[in-house]
T-cell receptor
Framework: KAGVTQTPRYLIKTRGQQVTLSCSPI?????VSWYQQTPGQGLQFLFE???????NKGNFPGRFSGRQFSNSRSEMNVSTLELGDSALYLC??????????????FGNGTRLTVT | GDSVTQMEGPVTLSEEAFLTINCTYT??????LFWYVQYPGEGLQLLLK?????DKGSNKGFEATYRKETTSFHLEKGSVQVSDSAVYFC?????????????FGKGTKLTVNP
């Protein structure tokens, strides 16, 4: 069974540009969550999608957005990139919402560097 | 708000040593508790979980017990191996918007020397 696939693995962008990251969940998983990992702030929740609807959103500015398609694949977009957006972006999928009965399975992440 | 506090690393041990990584939490209600592990260059893998007080999660020789009275979920392993070298994250499931999100600790880097 294939795991969570994130593309690309590495990305270098310039300040002011925008970027789109992609995530393919495990087959049969309908929930996709995104987390940002930085050395200073650790792992922070960005948002969660379930059946193409955003269920939860973390405390990030509106420059961070996402969407989910009918096949459960998800994309996140960051516009007007800032140096502080440099991070490892992790996608996780689960069968349903709620961490108790639906453990999260993480991808290997996309390493974004903003110069 | 909900939060998780882990012992700060890095932690360096010799092979076959005993491991303890402390984790305490602050939350309303009784959240599910998790330990995730991150190997270099990879995402997070669920190591073990506990969903209610006094539950013990275990996997690959690692154990953690959900202690409601001390709001703790310490990770232990009796004999570590070089292959256990990784970053370990304690986390809780926090309700949000009708669903849940994971709230993570800062992570503890473990290095096991042969």
């Amino acid at each position: 069974k294939a795991g969570v696939t994130q593309t690309p693995r590495y990305l270098i962008k310039t300040r002011g540009q925008q970027v789109t990251l992609s995530c393919s969940p495990i087959s049969g998983h309908r929930s996709v969550s995104w987390y940002q990992q930085t050395p200073g702030q650790g792992l922070q929740f960005l948002f969660e999608y379930f059946s193409e609807t955003q269920r939860n959103k973390g405390n990030f500015p509106g420059r961070f957005s996402g969407r989910q398609f009918s096949n459960s694949r998800s994309e996140m977009n960051v516009s007007t990139l800032e140096l502080g957006d440099s991070a490892l972006y992790l996608c996780a999928s689960s069968r349903g919402t709620g961490t108790n009965n639906s453990p999260l399975h993480f991808g290997n992440g996309t390493r974004l560097t903003v110069t | 708000g909900d939060s998780v506090t882990q012992m700060e690393g890095p932690v360096t041990l010799s092979e076959e040593a005993f491991l303890t990584i402390n984790c305490t939490y602050t939350a309303t209600g009784y959240p599910s508790l998790f330990w995730y592990v991150q190997y270099p260059g990879e995402g997070l893998q669920l190591l073990l979980k506990a969903t209610k007080a006094d539950d013990k999660g275990s996997n690959k020789g690692f154990e953690a017990t959900y202690r409601k009275e001390t709001t703790s979920f310490h990770l232990e392993k009796g004999s570590v191996q070089v292959s256990d070298s990784a970053v370990y994250f304690c986390a809780l499931g926090a309700p949000q918007g009708g669903s849940e999100k994971l709230v993570f600790g800062k992570g503890t880097k473990l290095t096991v020397n042969p």
